[in-house]
């Protein structure tokens, strides 16, 4: 089935720093594939998509690009900032079914 | 646009008791709404699909009969936790799909909503 594998956390950073949280994939055909971030308390908001093979999704700084060779997604940002600690999801979904999620990473940015 | 509401935000009960939880798509329709549960600190778990006029598939392990799902129009999902225990404590979250963006797959979540049974 249809599974989304994400690095384990927490991931601990500077302000600043370069942010990399790898996300693989196993589907059939052609997923969907997103990230969403959940804040402390907070319900899931979309963050970026891409729904073809080798599209980049980007939002606030943050970009993955759609690697159907690698079946990978991986989530990245250019310079952290302290307001972006909070719980990364990576999912995926096709033909409108269901999100299937990844566990989720922590990621926490100190000043 | 495409805003999902849930409502209560926040439900404290006690043991025994049932609860209803609404989520209602504010901006758009949708036939098919999906609910999650999250525990401490994991990720979100499908529990079923929602479908408007008809039942809710369950996924694998949750009891329909403790899980009633009604979804009676195009707009709104309920999902009733009946005989709630402590064990049914968690974050319940909804999302739905944009009816009117069919090769679309992507869906707007709820803003969830805290369980605490006591």
């Known amino acids: 089935g249809n599974s989304v594998t994400q690095m384990e956390g927490p991931v601990t950073l500077s302000e600043e720093a370069f942010l990399t949280i790898n996300c693989t994939y196993t589907a059939t055909g052609y997923p969907s594939l997103f990230w969403y971030v959940q804040y402390p308390g907070e319900g899931l908001q979309l963050l970026l998509k891409a729904t073809k093979a080798d599209d980049k999704g980007s939002n606030k700084g943050f970009e993955a690009t759609y690697r159907k060779e690698t079946t990978s997604f991986h989530l990245e940002k250019g310079s952290v900032q302290v307001s972006d600690s909070a719980v990364y999801f990576c999912a995926l979904t096709q033909s409108g079914t269901a999100l299937i999620f990844g566990k989720g990473t922590t990621l926490s940015v100190s000043s | 646009g495409a805003v999902v509401s849930q409502h209560p935000s926040r439900v404290i009960c006690k043991s025994g008791t049932s609860v209803k939880i609404e989520c209602r798509s504010l901006?758009?329709?949708?036939?098919?709404m999906f609910w999650y549960r999250q525990f401490p600190k994991q990720s979100l778990m499908l529990m079923a699909t929602s479908n408007e006029g008809s039942k809710a598939t369950y996924e694998q392990g949750v009891e329909k009969d403790k899980f009633l799902i009604n979804h009676a129009s195009l707009t709104l999902s309920t999902l009733t936790v009946t005989s709630a225990h402590p064990e049914d404590s968690s974050f319940y979250i909804c999302s739905a799909r944009d009816s009117g963006k069919s090769s679309y797959n992507e869906q707007f979540f709820g803003p969830g909503t805290r369980l605490t049974v006591l």
């Open positions: 901006d758009f329709q949708a036939t098919t």
